[in-house]
């Protein structure tokens, strides 16, 4: 069985199914690895100009920022990303967790002060998270998959969240193309269900085709 709905109707994933995904997990990786080893050469010029750019606006400051997030089965990993935000970013969290703006274990506010001038650019394009090619690169990471959460935000997870941790995580899903951060956490917990169940190399080539058009008409990146 590939995957059922329980009596509220709700998914529930085949883990073992997916387990044993040798061929499509095989065929996966290669691809990863070698569309994130072209695309990190050829945006090479886009990694220069973003790191001037966030040099200019805070000469002082790092061009990266990383964060602890949990992988397949709640493996921790260092993932990568154009700085966006403040230095403190981190440190001011604690006194704009009241003003969240999506119910659920995640956390989003649509005016987030935190957020740089550079920042704000970025983010609309999803160009501070170009850096994750190289958690893709490494295995960490897939092109597509659900979103790598905090350990904060797993702590807060029902059994049922918890079933989107049972393959790697990924640049981009169905979340992604779907409204994003317009869309709330329970949703999103669905789509990426609904992407494991689904997923396939078909599937996942049309969720990079639609991925790269949301770098041209943004859909609710904040």
């Given amino acids: 069985m590939?995957?059922?709905?329980?009596?509220?109707?709700?998914?529930?994933?085949?883990a073992e199914y997916q387990r044993h995904r040798y061929l499509y997990r095989t065929t996966k990786r290669i691809f990863?690895?070698?569309?994130?080893?072209?695309?990190?050469?050829?945006l090479s010029p886009v990694f220069a100009i973003v790191a001037i750019a966030i040099k200019i606006e805070n000469p002082r400051g790092p061009v990266f920022y990383s964060q602890v997030r949990l992988?397949?089965?709640?493996?921790?990993f260092r993932m990568y990303k154009f700085r966006s935000m403040v230095v403190n970013a981190d440190t001011l969290l604690k006194s704009l967790?009241?003003?969240?703006?999506?119910d659920g274990a995640m956390f989003k506010i649509k005016k987030d002060p935190r957020i740089t001038r550079v920042g704000a650019f970025i983010r609309k394009y999803s160009l501070d998270e170009l850096p994750q090619l190289v958690n893709v690169l490494i295995g960490q990471m897939s092109l597509v998959g659900p979103r790598p959460p905090l350990p904060r935000e797993v702590?807060?997870?029902t059994e049922y969240d918890k079933q989107r941790l049972v393959t790697k995580p990924?640049?981009?899903?169905?979340?992604?193309?779907?409204?994003?951060?317009d869309?709330?956490?329970?949703?999103?917990?669905?789509?990426?269900?609904?992407?494991?169940?689904?997923r396939g190399i078909m599937f996942d080539l049309y969720i990079i085709l639609k991925?790269?058009?949301?770098?041209?008409?943004?859909?609710?990146?904040y």
């Fill in 2 to 14: 590939e995957y059922s709905e329980d009596k509220s109707g709700s998914i529930a994933i085949d």
């Fill in 32 to 42: 990863d690895f070698t569309a994130s080893l072209i695309g990190l050469i050829l």
């Fill in 71 to 76: 992988g397949r089965h709640q493996r921790p």
């Fill in 97 to 102: 967790l009241s003003k969240n703006e999506i």
């Fill in 155 to 157: 702590r807060e997870y």
């Fill in 170 to 181: 990924g640049c981009t899903g169905l979340w992604q193309i779907s409204g994003r951060n």
């Fill in 183 to 198: 869309v709330g956490f329970d949703e999103m917990v669905n789509l990426d269900l609904e992407y494991i169940n689904k």
């Fill in 211 to 221: 991925t790269v058009g949301v770098f041209f008409a943004p859909n609710g990146s």
